[in-house]
């Protein structure tokens, strides 16, 4: 699957991008913001993404341009229950703190809740992230009443929270890209 939209592009996780996507994990900026901290190694990863459930996890590679900056996804996905948990790494720091996140969040955002029809999604972050717990809290998301630990809190929002949050920002980046939308599915 391709997303194209806002200037960025999402593209299926492939078995070519899993060395790049393994370093960026891997760097400390990255790995310890994550629940599982160990250094991964090749084989770990190969399996990882061998034991991937097609049906229940979409990962993407988020491109700008030419150049692939890192990766988001959208995790345990219930069609039943309509819901999923997303996330997010930038593995290219020179974009870490660009528009770039925002606008591959936004965009698997409009596709779990538009595509997918999902109602609700799901972050776990860790407590002492407080730049990634106010970056989702501008997306719409709430704490949620459930939590499993003190070093991760889970935040949720439902598609009326996320339209609701984001209206301006969305409006104004579909008319800057008014023509810069391409959703291409391999069913």
């Known amino acids: 699957m391709q997303l194209v939209k806002y200037g960025i592009t999402l593209q299926t996780l492939t078995h070519e991008d899993l060395e790049m996507v393994r370093h960026w994990r891997n760097q400390d900026r990255v790995r310890l913001n994550m629940e599982f901290q160990e250094v991964i190694d090749a084989e770990a990863?190969?399996?990882?993404?061998?034991?991937?459930?097609?049906?229940?996890?979409?990962?993407?590679?988020?491109?700008?341009?030419?150049?692939?900056?890192?990766?988001?996804?959208?995790?345990?996905?219930?069609?039943?229950?309509?819901?999923?948990e997303a996330g997010i790494f930038i593995g290219e720091i020179a974009h870490l703190n660009s528009l770039s996140p925002l606008l591959a969040t936004v965009s698997i955002m409009e596709l779990a809740f538009g595509e997918?029809?999902?109602?609700?999604?799901?972050?776990?972050?860790?407590?002492?992230?407080r730049k990634a717990i106010l970056f989702n809290e501008a997306l719409g998301y709430k704490k949620s009443g459930v939590q499993t630990s003190d070093k991760f809190l889970y935040y949720q929002v439902t598609a009326d929270q996320f339209t609701e949050a984001t209206k301006t920002i969305r409006s104004t980046l579909n008319k800057l890209t008014a023509d810069d939308y391409t959703l291409i599915t391999n069913a």
């Open 116 to 129: 997918l029809r999902l109602k609700t999604l799901l972050a776990k972050i860790a407590s002492d992230n």
């Open 45 to 84: 990863q190969q399996v990882w993404f061998k034991n991937l459930k097609k049906s229940s996890h979409l990962y993407f590679i988020i491109t700008k341009g030419q150049e692939k900056i890192g990766v988001v996804n959208l995790k345990n996905i219930d069609l039943e229950n309509a819901c999923a």
